[in-house]
């Protein structure tokens, strides 16, 4: 039989008799909030697993804040506090219906105003913008939730994260070089650690591309410096090369006829088709080897090298020097020195997936 007491508290506790023992009644939600002025000393119990007892397991490891597996009256104290803060009035503890009015949130507190925008939220992402309550269904849905809610908490950011177009191909730049990670909705995105380091090479790669690389820097457009390079580790050695040569011709005229492709060479090339043996005479000088010195770059060219050397007209030599139909071997000693700075901004380049 219930017997109402008065405790050391102005709250009036009901109490009943039950396996030789008193136990305060717990009948109304003033009851509940009222806990702290229920002397410990009538408590029935001081601690309780969070498991193999019959209630729900996601609500007591909630209360566990310390993770120890055990719920200790201060914890309970704690969790009855917070939700005295968030609701206006404890009897709405008494539906026991799991369901709870938006209306019945205390908004006017911060715990009450934080519960009452995630409730907000999360009726919005599952397209209940318009209900009146939040059901215990729809705040345990967390697939549900988290495959629709652009920003989920899992640290990956997809492209539907934002409305912005020129965010979305950036987040999809990052993908492209890096890869996807899967978000909570199983859609691709990215991490902070992803952006962070897309963000730092890219920084790195345009700081590179901002280098000074006189004079060609400013002669050169910027597309095609990659092509003129390419070009120029080609040619270099081949028309080193060649100037070599006719250096020594111009030493010794004996030179000139065995440095030149030799009579058993081109002779052996005579019965092939040369469309399909341009390796075997790309090895023959770049032009014939004579005492003057002087490269011609338009006739009398190795036809392995025509290719090669109009390119380098184009992309080098036109910018550089204007570019006449010889190239004496002092003009390209001019060249090199002039492509100095540019080889060491090259081998300084940023090699990075962005």
């Known amino acids: ?81 917070w939700v005295g803060k968030c609701l206006k009035s404890p009897r709405t503890i008494e539906l026991g219906e799991g369901v709870l009015p938006l209306d019945a949130i205390d908004a006017t507190t911060a715990e009450g105003a934080r519960v009452l925008a995630s409730a907000r939220t999360v009726l919005r992402i599952l397209g209940k913008e318009d209900a ?33 177009e020129a965010l979305k191909d950036w987040i999809g730049d990052i993908i492209a070089c890096f890869g996807g990670e899967t978000d909570r909705s199983g859609e691709p995105g990215v991490s902070g650690e992803a952006v962070a380091r897309f963000s730092a090479e890219a920084a790195a790669w345009l700081a590179w591309q901002e280098e000074s690389v006189a004079p060609l820097a400013r002669s050169l457009p ?68 004579t005492a003057t010195g002087a490269l011609g770059l338009e006739e009398g060219v190795n036809p392995a090298w025509s290719a090669s050397l109009a390119a380098f007209r184009a992309l080098i030599l036109v910018p550089l020097h204007g570019g006449g139909a010889l190239l004496t071997v002092d003009e390209w000693e001019g060249v090199k020195t002039a492509m100095l700075p540019y080889e060491t901004w090259w081998a300084g380049r940023v090699e990075t997936a962005v």
Not at 139 to 164: H, Y
Request: charged content about 25%.
């Open 1 to 81: 039989m219930a017997e109402e007491t008065q405790s050391t508290s102005l709250h009036p506790w009901k109490f009943f008799r039950a396996g030789g023992f008193d136990q305060a009644l717990l009948e109304s939600g003033e009851d509940v909030v009222a806990l702290s002025s229920l002397d410990q000393k009538l408590w029935s119990a001081l601690s309780c697993p969070v498991r193999g007892v019959e209630f729900d397991a996601r609500t007591l490891a909630l209360i566990d804040t310390d993770g120890d597996g055990h719920i200790r009256v201060p914890e309970i104290l704690a969790t009855v506090e």
């Open 132 to 164: 009146a309550q939040i059901t215990v269904e729809d705040s345990c849905d967390s697939e549900a939730i988290f495959s629709r809610a652009r920003f989920n908490g899992d640290g990956i950011v997809t492209a539907a994260s934002t409305d912005d």
């Open 222 to 289: 910027h597309e095609e410096r990659e092509a003129a390079l390419a070009v120029w580790q080609q040619v270099k050695p081949k028309i080193d090369d060649y100037f070599l040569r006719c250096r020594l011709a111009s030493y010794d005229d004996r030179a000139a006829m065995v440095l030149n492709a030799s009579e058993e060479e081109l002779a052996a090339l005579a019965p092939k088709n040369l469309a399909t043996c341009e390796d075997e005479f790309a090895a023959f000088p770049l032009a014939a080897v």
